[in-house]
């Protein structure tokens, strides 16, 4: 991730409207996560409880979910076309990026946008699914989908020289500005396995095999930047270098428990991505970008000397990525016509969407009636905060399809700093 030196005249802010430039400063941050393609089979349903599935799963929703509850699955589901969208930041709200938007900022507005950003910078993460199809019957399944990531952070003192201008006797340094962005395809095996059936208690395990076949990675290697400004002249000088590939393979597995007890209570235990790789081979490219600039002034009217640059390119050599792991226990119960469940997630790295914060996921579905179950949910912790959801489901005959949207960090539409959407439908027989 790069941003190149401005280089007004001494002592002066830049010129142009600042909406325009924040746009460019987000333009930056999506640029990284374009590459962004998981399987979004059991998304739906979940994200419409707030993300509480681990225990909740059955039939083709288990695969992606819990395949230990595969083991208690019957009858046959074909998934049908499926898609999410998740894009979160850690800085502006629905409302303050309304109030940013074509506005003109005065000294208050500069001071609180400068303070909505952490120190760490303004951080964008987005992950988009799609399943293409997938079918359970009883304990076993199959399904293909695709799944793209990315994240990206630019350092605060970008926001610094974007709302200020270059002050003289001020060094702005860009240096924690990183970022990455992958997709891959995904052909998936499941089956789950009954290991102890009692006369109150089924206990079961299961996994998910998957094969991956990677579309994209890029991910920034290296990256710094600083504009020094004195009372008579501007230099500074900025790099960054990245490294990316169109093709690769590689494998996941999850691994899950599952366990029934009387009273209808169920529990789960699953770790995502147990073990994973994918190798990147195909057109492996470095890229370094390099910009100098020394002496700028008012009195220099040689610019082309003052300011070089250098944009290299060459094949780089194949590198191997893994996927975020994290361990998630769930509880699921029915009271009546509500289906209740929460979950905990625990990620053992922070990456993306997973986050060694804790996560708690609690949702509800309602069978009002035998063709319409709303659902609602909440969440707290992990990477992207508290937020709210709902979702819904209907099933006409064999039938059903499902919608769901949550808010990320944030409980009220205008406090939410991202959102999610969900829709997908399926046949079950």
Known sequence: MYRGIHTPCTGTAPRGPLPLRFSLAIGLLLALLIPSLVQAQGAVRAWG????????????????YNPAALAFSSGTTVGLATAAVDVHNNA??????????????????KAQIMSDIPDGGLTLDADV???????????????????????????????????????PGETIDFSNTWGEGYSYGSAAVSYGHILKDGDTTRLSAGFTARYLQGIYEVHVE??????????????GEAFVSTLSSSGGQGYGLDLGLALEMAGG?????????????????????????RVNADEINLLNSDLDAAVTDA?????????????????????????????VAMDYVQGLETRGTTSTNPLVNAG??????????PRFGASVGGAQGQGLSAGLGMKLGFWRLDLAAMTRSGLKTGDTKGV?????????F
Not at 222 to 235: K, P
Not at 316 to 329: A, K, S
């Open 49 to 64: 409880m707030g993300g509480a599935h681990t225990a909740a799963a059955r039939g083709l929703e288990a695969a992606e």
């Open 92 to 109: 502006f709200s629905l409302d303050r990026y309304n109030e940013i938007t074509g506005a003109h900022l005065n000294s208050a507005d």
């Open 129 to 167: 699914r799609a399943s293409v199809f997938g079918v359970q019957n009883g304990n076993y399944a199959v399904s293909f989908g695709g799944f793209g990531s990315g994240q990206g952070n630019l350092d605060k003192d970008y926001f610094d020289l974007v709302l200020y201008g270059n002050t």
């Open 222 to 235: 290296d990256a710094y930047g600083q504009l020094t400004t004195t009372m008579t002249e501007i230099s």
């Open 265 to 289: 209570l169920s529990v789960g235990l699953v770790v995502d991505n147990l073990t994973t790789r994918i190798d990147w081979t195909g057109d492996v490219e470095a890229n370094e970008f």
């Open 311 to 339: 944009d290299t390119t060459y094949t780089g050599e194949g590198y191997t990525t893994h996927l975020p792991r994290r361990v998630r226990v769930g509880a699921a119960k029915a009271f009546g016509a509500f289906h």
């Open 364 to 373: 509800v579905e309602w069978h009002l009636v035998g063709a319409l179950h």
């Open 420 to 428: 999610a959407f969900a829709a997908g439908s399926s046949l079950e």
